[in-house]
């Protein structure tokens, strides 16, 4: 069956840096990869979606790469703020395109 | 524009008890699906619909069922609530399962004691 991992649970980083978070699936390669961002006690809000023939999609200070070799995502927020603090969650439809995977999601946590 | 709407936003159950679930969305949108959100799982698919009239199993269907008797409406039903699914709810809809986003409401909070 399809899986999709992301590997850190929580990543800590500091106001003005780069967070990098990754999401890895296996088993089969789905034609697009979507990434949401969702705030305690909050539905997830849709952010981005790269096709498997994109490399690399960018929404301002948001980028995201689509690496089908390595069957690899990694999701990029560039000069982070505290606003930025978050779980962001990868998704992929499933092989038999009827529904959306969601991974357990990264919480990030940005300090100033 | 209010996008999707859940109703209630808690609720507390006993164990046999039954309750439905509510979820609107405004955005004419064909797609409608119910997760549940339990720490360290992710979000789980429970049932789908594809329109009007149609309902489907997802990943984590047993002890719910759901119905679509109008497009901008799709009920969860739990006929006999097990402690088991005490968890938060989440609707979401999507013009299709192509390649467009799904839009969340901001889920249910159910406890069942």
């Known amino acids: 069956s399809q899986k999709i991992e992301q590997n850190s649970e929580a990543l800590n980083i500091q106001e003005g840096k780069t967070a990098t978070l990754t999401c890895n699936y296996t088993?089969?390669?789905?034609?697009?990869l979507q990434w949401y961002r969702q705030d305690p006690g909050r539905g997830p809000v849709f952010l981005l979606l790269?096709?498997?023939?994109?490399k690399e999609k960018r929404k301002e200070r948001l980028k995201v790469t689509f690496d089908t070799t390595l069957k690899q995502s990694l999701f990029h927020i560039t000069a982070s703020q505290p606003a930025d603090s978050a779980t962001y969650l990868c998704?992929?439809?499933?092989?038999?395109?009827?529904?959306?995977?969601f991974g357990k999601g990264t919480t990030l946590s940005v300090s100033s | 524009n209010a996008g999707v709407t859940q109703t209630p936003k808690f609720r507390v159950l006993k164990t046999g008890q039954s309750m439905t679930l509510l979820c609107a969305q405004d955005?004419?949108?064909?797609?409608m699906y119910w997760y549940r959100q339990d720490p360290g799982m992710g979000l789980r698919l429970i049932h789908y619909s594809v329109g009007e009239g149609t309902t489907a199993k997802g990943e984590v269907p047993d002890g719910y069922n759901v119905s679509r008797l109008k497009k901008q409406n799709f009920l969860l039903g739990l006929e006999s609530a097990a402690p088991s699914q005490t968890s938060v709810y989440f609707c979401?809809?999507?013009?299709?399962?192509?390649?467009?986003?799904?839009?969340f409401g901001d889920g249910t909070r159910l406890s069942i004691l």
């Open positions: 790269i096709r498997e023939n994109e």
């Open positions: 088993n089969y390669s789905p034609a697009y």
């Open positions: 979401a809809s999507s013009y299709s399962m192509g390649f467009q986003p799904q839009h």
């Open positions: 998704a992929l439809v499933n092989q038999a395109g009827t529904a959306l995977i």
């Open positions: 955005m004419n949108h064909e797609y």
